[in-house]
């Protein structure tokens, strides 16, 4: 979902005074996707979880990595 959409789907939900926060919040879930470590099947169970909810709330799925894993440095 782009923030467009999201942006729209709040309004017409009647909940446009918080598109902003929402935005911001997402915003936040996106960067600490991108700065926390991937993860790994040897991590705790609570940091795959919380890794998987921030993923869903950043729109951090399908073929979005770090750049970290690449190869690269930022």
Same mark, same amino acid.
């Given at each position: ?18 598109? !902003? ?22 991590? !705790? =169970?609570?940091?795959?979880?919380? =890794? ?23």
């Amino acid at each position: 979902m782009t923030p467009d959409q999201l942006a729209d789907l709040l309004r017409a939900a009647g909940w446009g005074a918080y598109v !902003p926060a929402a935005l911001a919040f997402a915003g936040l879930a996106a960067k600490l996707c991108a700065i926390l470590p991937p993860p790994t099947p040897d991590r !705790p =169970r609570w940091y795959r979880i919380l =890794r998987a909810v921030l993923d869903a709330i950043g729109g951090n799925w399908g073929y979005a990595t770090n750049a970290a894993n690449q190869g690269t440095k930022p």
